[in-house]
Every structure is written in structure tokens, then in C-alpha cells.
């Protein structure tokens, strides 16, 4: 099993420019949730999904849309970045379902824009 | 939301020494984990303690929960150079969506050889 995998591991954009970060897991999870981690903030929670077709909001959704059309995937998308987008993302995927409410994390995407 | 609070925010120990990090919060919660973050890299969860729990062990980890004081403490015994990362704990509060963990903002843990 790959796990969690996120591309591109880094990007720069330029203020106004779309971008969407990529996010897949073969774990079979129903769980998968987007994370930005800026220094001295610890992680925040974007946006999370429960299983295909269902999304919602976390603490800091503003400037950022998720879709689920599939248990694997669950992409993030800036559709006009800004300056206070630049920090780092991770994705992360569980399965309370089945009692293991352990998140797994990606690596991480290093976005920064300018 | 609430949010855990670790203390202290960086720790420098010796190889062999033991390390504590402590975590604080506020409001009920269902269960309480820990994660540690390699610099550069992602989240490796640790291990996760239930509000009906008081202590649990894995390896040199040792974690306890006191839900009367609202804090959890990680343990680690006999440090490694390779134990250097940070620290974080993470919270799903009572009640709230399952998969949803609240982090805070961590312990910057160095362990010198």
C-alpha cells in the first residue's frame, strides 16, 4: 500500500492563478480531511469529507473548494490564490468506521505564492 | 473550536534522558492522540487515548489522561538523537464529527547525542 499520496510536492504560483493539490489513498478510507500547517499555528483544518459525495467545512475554508467523487481521491482547489495561501498542506484519511480513528498523512505540498 | 494546548513549546534533553510533554485543553472530549512530525515531513500518529482511559504504553511511550485536570501527558523513556521532532496533540472533542482532530501547535522536541 502506497498510504496517502499528494502531488505536486511543491509549487509556486502567482497571486491569481488556480491551482488544484492532489490527494489519493488506497486504504480504503471513508475519511479524508485537508490540513494547512503554518509556522507557530500548528495544523488547521480546511475542509474534510466522510465518504464520497459528502464534504463539508472545517476552521479555515475560505479561498479553498473540495469535491469527493471517489473514496481515493479528495483534491483541494485554490481557485485564485493569495499571499496568505502560502504555507504547507497535508492531506490526511481514516476510518472511524471500523473503530481506528488514527489519521495517516501525506508528506505534505510546500505551496507558496507570490 | 477548541484547540490543545502543549507545553512547554521546545525541549532540549540529553540521549538517554527522559522527555515530558504535556498537553492542556478545555472542553470535553472524546478521545485525545499524539503525533509526531520529522522535520520536512508528515504526521506519524503515536497513540491514541479514549475520556475512559487514564494511561497507556507503546514502547518508550507512556501516555495518561486525567480528564478532571483536562490534560495528557506524553512520555518518552530513555531519549534517542532520533526521538528529535515535534510533538503534537490532537483532540476530537465530545460530540464532534468522527475522523475530525483539533491540533495544537506542538512541542519542538531536541535530543542531543
Known amino acids: 500500500n502506497a498510504g496517502v499520496t499528494q502531488t505536486p510536492k511543491f509549487q509556486v504560483l502567482k497571486t491569481g492563478q488556480s491551482m488544484t493539490l492532489q490527494c489519493a489513498q488506497d486504504?480504503?478510507?471513508?475519511?479524508m480531511s485537508w490540513y494547512r500547517q503554518d509556522p507557530g499555528m500548528g495544523l488547521r483544518l480546511i475542509h474534510y469529507?466522510?465518504?464520497?459525495?459528502?464534504?463539508d467545512q472545517g476552521e479555515v475554508p475560505n479561498g479553498y473548494n473540495v469535491s469527493r467523487s471517489t473514496t481515493e481521491d479528495f483534491p483541494l482547489r485554490l481557485l485564485s490564490a493569495a499571499p496568505s495561501q502560502t504555507s504547507v498542506y497535508f492531506c490526511?484519511?481514516?476510518?472511524?468506521?471500523?473503530?481506528?480513528?488514527?489519521?495517516?498523512f501525506g508528506s505534505g505540498t510546500q505551496l507558496s505564492v507570490l | 473550536s477548541q484547540q490543545g494546548e502543549e507545553d512547554p513549546q521546545a525541549l532540549s534533553i540529553q540521549e538517554g534522558e527522559n522527555a515530558t510533554m504535556n498537553c492542556s485543553y478545555k472542553?470535553?472530549?472524546?478521545?485525545l492522540q499524539w503525533y509526531r512530525q520529522n522535520s520536512g515531513r508528515g504526521l506519524v500518529h503515536l497513540i491514541l487515548?479514549?475520556?475512559?482511559?487514564r494511561e497507556k504504553h507503546s514502547g518508550r511511550l507512556r501516555v495518561t489522561l486525567d480528564t478532571s485536570k483536562k490534560s495528557s501527558s506524553l512520555l518518552i523513556t530513555a531519549s534517542r538523537a532520533a526521538d528529535t521532532a515535534s510533538y503534537f496533540c490532537?483532540?476530537?472533542?465530545?460530540?464532534?464529527?468522527?475522523?475530525?482532530?483539533?491540533f495544537g501547535k506542538g512541542t519542538k522536541l531536541s535530543v542531543k547525542p
Open positions: 490526511a484519511s481514516s476510518s472511524p468506521s471500523t473503530g481506528n480513528e488514527k489519521l495517516f
Open positions: 486504504m480504503n478510507h471513508e475519511y
Open positions: 469529507s466522510v465518504g464520497a459525495g459528502i464534504t
Open positions: 472542553t470535553s472530549i472524546n478521545n
Open positions: 487515548i479514549r475520556s475512559n482511559e
Open positions: 490532537a483532540l476530537r472533542n465530545y460530540g464532534g464529527s468522527q475522523g475530525n482532530l483539533i
